[in-house]
């Protein structure tokens, strides 16, 4: 078989990207490992930036997010159980983020890729990328048992952190940097009403929360936990007792519980791949780059990623522009080092994670001068909507 572009994985870059080169009319096939409803299943991020919402529309997915996604005019910051809103489109000229799960858009771009009887392959098994250096790369993978080739001009990596792209660059030709954080999150879905009507990031000296939401009637939930900890050792009520201790008291008061829909612990990383492009094989997402979960922004860096590289993909088969490649590791890692710091930044603001009297009060005299200070307000906000493409 012979493709124009084959993209690995079906997450929301490899699906983002494969609705984009249909709707340009460029050949494309995703290969996933996992089964179609494991995709779909998979509870994660929930809070899209303006220009990845915008990347929905123009993929023709977008018609239920515009339906109901709820649009946030702020953020808060809790420190010592009070806390402070961020007014986050009076600090950019009336910018918002749109709170709607990753679960829909995946949902929503499989959706719009099978109604279009666009190509993917599902249990794709052991997936293998041959030749990216010379001009014939071609992808291996088994089906059922059974071996098949795909012969293409361009490879798309968007297989996520613990993928087989990254894998297969030599070590020689990447640089790596990675900072693993000493404690986790455990976070709980429910259906009961969020408890406040924005994002909520609290330190308290209990550890840090996080209040967020996916509908009206539907509540996203997290704390810090030890990074060993395991998801068995917390019962339902056990997570709502942690948690209501570690909000301010009117909206501890005001918290509704109920019976968990999800409940899981996942590590924090930063972690960042240079260069994303070797030869003919581009890296996206989670493949190339991770960040904290504080500030909203794996999800949205891979979307940001399939912007740039589209316009490579184009570049590279309709004008014939060789640099273009390489060009998209430049454009790309521009904006993903920015989100970094910004991830790391309110990762380190915001979690307990050594005991240093000093290094506390200086996380306390940054909020009190972040939250006080136009500035300091405007480089939150800034950041939080995202930085332009
Ligand atoms: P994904 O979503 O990991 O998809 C990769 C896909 O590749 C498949 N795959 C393979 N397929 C074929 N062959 C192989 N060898 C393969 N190996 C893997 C996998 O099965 C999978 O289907 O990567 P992608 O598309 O780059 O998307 C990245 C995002 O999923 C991720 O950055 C976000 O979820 C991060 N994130 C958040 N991002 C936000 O922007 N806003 C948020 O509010 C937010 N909250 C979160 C988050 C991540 C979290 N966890 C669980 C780490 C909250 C949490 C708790
Ligand atoms: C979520 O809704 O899952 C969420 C919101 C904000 C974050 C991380 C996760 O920073």
Not at 39 to 61: K, M, N, S, W
Not at 352 to 366: C, G, L, S, V
Request: charged share 25%; net charge negative; glycine share 8%.
């Amino acid at each position: 078989m012979r493709k124009q572009v084959v993209i690995i994985g079906a997450g929301p870059s490899g699906l983002l990207l494969g609705r984009l080169l249909d709707l340009a009319g460029i050949d494309n096939v995703v290969l996933e490992r996992q089964t179609q409803d494991y995709v779909l299943a998979r509870i994660r991020a929930g809070i899209l930036e303006q220009t990845t919402v915008d990347l929905i529309h123009r993929a023709e997915a977008g018609a239920r997010l515009a339906e109901e996604g709820i649009k946030h005019h702020a953020m808060q910051l809790a420190f010592d159980y009070k806390a402070v809103s961020i007014d986050l489109s009076r600090h950019t000229n009336g910018k918002v983020v749109t709170a709607y799960g990753q679960t829909e858009v995946t949902r929503d771009l499989c959706e719009v890729r099978d109604n279009a009887g666009s190509a993917t392959v599902y249990e794709a098994d052991n997936v293998e990328i041959h030749d990216i250096d010379g001009d014939a790369p071609y992808v291996t993978y088994l089906k059922d048992g059974t071996g098949h080739r795909i012969d293409c001009d361009l490879i798309a990596g968007c297989d996520g952190y613990h993928g087989v792209s990254r894998r297969t660059v030599p070590e020689s030709a990447i640089t790596t940097y990675e900072k693993i954080y000493p404690f986790g999150w455990l976070g709980l879905l429910s259906d009961t009403r969020p408890v406040a009507q924005e994002v909520v990031y609290a330190n308290t000296e209990r550890g840090f929360a996080l209040c967020s939401m996916r509908s009206m009637t539907r509540s996203r939930y997290y704390i810090q936990c030890d990074v060993d900890d395991k998801v068995e050792n917390w019962s339902d009520d056990a997570f709502w007792d942690e948690f209501r201790r570690r909000l301010p008291p009117e909206m501890a008061d005001a918290l509704e519980t109920g019976p968990s829909i999800e409940k899981s612990i996942a590590p924090l990383r930063s972690f960042v791949a240079e260069p994303m492009c070797f030869g003919r094989l581009m890296l996206a997402g989670d493949a190339a780059h991770v960040v904290p979960p504080t500030g909203a922004k794996g999800l949205n860096l891979a979307a940001s990623d399939i912007h740039y590289m589209y316009d490579a993909i184009l570049g590279f088969l309709q004008d014939r522009n060789a640099a273009a490649l390489d060009e998209y590791s430049r454009r790309a890692l521009a904006r993903v080092w920015k989100a970094e710091r910004f991830a790391w930044w309110l990762t380190t603001l915001t979690h307990r994670f050594n005991d240093d009297p000093f290094e506390q009060r200086m996380k306390e005299a940054e909020l009190a001068y972040i939250t006080t200070s136009d500035a300091g307000r405007q480089m939150v906000a800034e950041n939080y909507v995202g930085l332009p493409l």
